[in-house]
């Protein structure tokens, strides 16, 4: 409960000290930069929504930022995912990325990108015959997780213990899960 009050703090101090650049050409992400002395651009902190999450009698304030709601499905924490993605500490060290859509199980990450996801709904498939994936009207924006929805006081290869977390995403498609073949969705 301690750490999630100081991971608290340090999110809100980026989010008031960064801003947001959107995307250029093919770029889907943009950046986040961080503002100088002098300079005016909108903190992050004024466009930012909030979602409160209670996880083992602990609450955490997770941040996030929609570029584009998305047109389709949100998910819930049990299906599964086709993202992009780049995972950020609040140092700008750029952690992971994948740029190439891969799928990924909501029961199988943390806990942040469950509660994250669902805020976004996936696109409509526009790929055309032979080539790579590509949407249109996908869900995109920007996550800002406490390390108690991340990685936690264990920390990960690349990302020390106690560390908030960034992760620019794009959400392309849902797949609702029946884990277990019963014409119920799992969830």
């Known amino acids: 409960a301690a750490q999630a009050l100081i991971d608290?703090?340090?999110l809100i101090e980026y989010l008031q000290t960064h801003h947001y650049v959107p995307p250029t050409g093919a770029d889907?992400?943009?950046v986040i930069d961080t503002i100088l002395e002098g300079e005016t651009f909108t903190p992050l902190m004024d466009e930012v929504l909030t979602k409160d999450v209670t996880e083992n009698?602990?609450?955490y304030k997770l941040y996030y930022l929609v570029n584009n709601p998305g047109k389709n499905f949100a998910p819930t924490r049990a299906d599964s995912i086709l993202v992009?993605?780049?995972?950020?500490?609040l140092d700008s060290t750029k952690f992971d990325e994948r740029l190439s859509f891969i799928w990924l199980s909501l029961t199988n990450v943390i806990?942040?990108?469950?509660?994250?996801?669902?805020?976004y709904k996936d696109g409509d498939n526009i790929t055309q015959p032979n080539e790579p994936l590509q949407f249109e009207d996908s869900g995109r924006g920007i996550l800002f997780l406490p390390s108690g929805l991340g990685y936690g006081n264990f920390g990960t290869i690349g990302i020390a213990p106690n560390q908030p977390l960034v992760?620019?995403?794009e959400l392309g498609?849902?797949?609702r899960a029946d884990h277990d073949n019963d014409g119920i969705l799992s969830i």
């Open 8 to 10: 608290d703090e340090k």
């Open 28 to 30: 889907v992400f943009g």
């Open 57 to 59: 009698d602990i609450q």
């Open 84 to 89: 992009n993605y780049r995972g950020f500490l």
């Open 111 to 119: 806990r942040g990108w469950q509660y994250g996801f669902e805020l």
């Open 167 to 169: 992760f620019l995403i």
């Open 173 to 175: 498609l849902v797949e």
